[in-house]
């Protein structure tokens, strides 16, 4: 089944621990993107990959790093996660980037606490 | 700089009403994309629609429908004879295709949608 998968799907932390989300899609889609998603925001963009090695900074990439050394993984991580990253994230990937048009497949989420 | 206004936060309606939800849209790019996504109470984000700026032919999906509108930069999404399982939050996206260093859907705010038995 085509899918993108994140996990965890659920974390509490707490200020400062270093963690990583893991994203992986299966469908050899060249582009990724993570989003977080926070009431009356919407969602917003936190970094993308055109593809493996190529990763650039989204709306708000600030406290985040990513990595895309294979093309069906990219991981987020958080250094040193503070209060202010508690939101729920989104992985999505698309064969090419959303500037043609490229319907974004999502995962399924993962709600982070950030005590 | 592209922006997608959903206006209504929230709306209510009763089992089998109809219900239009709102989306306008902001760009420069004479082509671009629009798009629909539906994000129900267990919270994954699913695709339903996507639109290119040169087909403004409306869009019907069984009780789904879509009114593109280039003159008054608006997409909006109408579900007509509403079901509980319409309830969710539906978000509008829009993506440019020249649209300098952005790589990305400019998502609206979100409009909530319940329906009630």
């Known amino acids: 089944e085509a899918q993108v998968t994140q996990n965890p799907r659920y974390l509490i932390t707490v200020t400062g621990k270093k963690l990583t989300v893991t994203c992986s899609q299966n469908?050899?889609?060249?582009?990724m993107s993570w989003y977080r998603q926070d009431p009356g925001l919407g969602l917003r963009q936190i970094y993308y990959?055109?593809?493996?090695?190529?990763?650039d900074k989204g709306d708000v990439p600030e406290g985040y790093k990513v990595s895309r050394k294979e093309k069906r993984n990219f991981p987020l991580i958080l250094e040193s996660p503070s209060p202010n990253q508690t939101s729920l994230y989104f992985c999505?990937?698309?064969?090419?980037?959303?500037?043609?048009?490229?319907?974004?497949?999502f995962g399924a989420g993962t709600r982070l606490s950030v005590l | 700089a592209q922006k997608v206004t959903q206006a209504q936060t929230e709306i209510s309606v009763v089992e089998k009403e109809d219900v239009t939800l709102d989306c306008v849209y902001e760009?420069?790019?004479?082509?671009?994309?629009l798009f629909w996504y539906k994000q129900p109470p267990s919270g994954e984000l699913v695709f339903l629609i996507r639109?290119?700026?040169?087909?403004?032919q409306n869009e019907i999906s069984g009780r789904y429908s879509w009114n593109f509108q280039k003159s008054t930069s608006s997409f909006n999404f109408t579900i007509t004879a509403s079901q509980v399982v319409d309830s969710a939050v539906y978000f509008c996206?829009?993506?440019?295709?020249?649209?300098?260093?952005?790589?990305?859907?400019?998502f609206g705010k979100g409009t909530l949608l319940t329906v009630n038995p």
């Open positions: 760009t420069r790019d004479t082509t671009y994309y």
């Open positions: 639109r290119n700026s040169f087909d403004e």
């Open positions: 990959s055109m593809n493996v090695e190529v990763t």
């Open positions: 996206a829009l993506s440019e295709v020249s649209g300098g260093s952005n790589y990305k859907l400019t």
């Open positions: 469908m050899n889609h060249e582009y």
């Open positions: 999505a990937s698309s064969p090419i980037s959303p500037r043609r048009g490229s319907i974004q497949y």
